[in-house]
């Protein structure tokens, strides 16, 4: 049977991962975190002492980083070296250096193929920013999340409190998710977009449970009957 894709994309802080996570364990679908990848990429460049600010190091290195999927508890885990990377993919320094690291070609259609690969588990509920319009653009369930600033400043900050690797003020918070969307929506390759016939679902006033029930009613009516 084809794998069914939920594909969801947004800025940082919308709240895909939550939502994604949500709806991936009210259907069965496996989680996939696309975001976990580049931040992989990212902290395999630095921990090979490549400048990440030379697109050129960065294509070149790509091709060199390995990266072991397999299902676990819900979600896609992922491994390198047979090492699970865990927070050390999710601090400011890679936060800092993960945007340019993700313009590169070389590094998109790498990810790119290791996320088309995962279908091969079943079906699956991936979250990015690229994933309705470069990687499952055909899905029939895309959507995609938005929220103001501050609404996902205050979300990354807690997230990152919660996590023990907080060291920045709120609106250091904000300034870097801002530069980060600039980033993302002007890069040359699968610029962060709404792509055509997403829906898209401004979670900035809505609660968590709102969003999860907002994406279960708009799947396909097709789907619905099936995974009842």
């Known amino acids: 049977m084809t794998s069914r894709v939920i594909a969801i994309d947004g800025p940082s802080g919308a709240g895909k991962s939550s939502v994604s996570k949500r709806v991936g364990a009210e259907l069965g679908f496996l989680h996939v975190d696309s975001g976990a990848l580049y931040r992989i990429m990212t902290w395999q460049c630095l921990a ?35 090492q699970e990377p865990g927070n ?3 601090t400011p320094e890679i936060n800092r250096h993960a945007s340019p690291v993700a313009t590169v070609k070389a590094v998109r259609d790498r990810v790119t193929a290791w996320l088309r690969d995962m279908t091969r588990f079943g079906n699956l509920i991936v979250e990015g920013r690229d994933i309705t319009t470069a990687v499952f653009p055909e899905s029939p369930a895309r959507f995609y999340l938005v929220a103001s600033a501050e ?18 003020s709120a609106e250091e918070v904000k300034r870097s998710l801002l530069a980060r969307d600039a980033i993302d929506s002007t890069r040359k390759h699968a610029p962060l977009r709404k792509a055509d016939g997403a829906l ?3 979670s900035t006033r809505m609660t968590l449970d709102e969003v999860v029930e907002a994406v279960l009613a708009a799947l396909p009516q097709d789907w619905k009957e099936v995974l009842q």
Do not use: M, S, W
């Open 88 to 90: 050390a993919i999710r």
């Open 151 to 168: 609404a996902r400043a205050e979300r990354r900050r807690l997230e990152e409190i919660e996590k023990g690797i907080a060291d920045q």
């Open 48 to 82: 090979h002492d490549i400048d990440t600010a030379d697109p050129e190091a960065v294509a070149a290195f790509a091709g060199q980083v390995a990266v072991d999927c397999e299902p676990r508890g819900g979600a896609v885990a992922y491994f390198v070296n047979g």
């Open 200 to 202: 898209e679902i401004d």
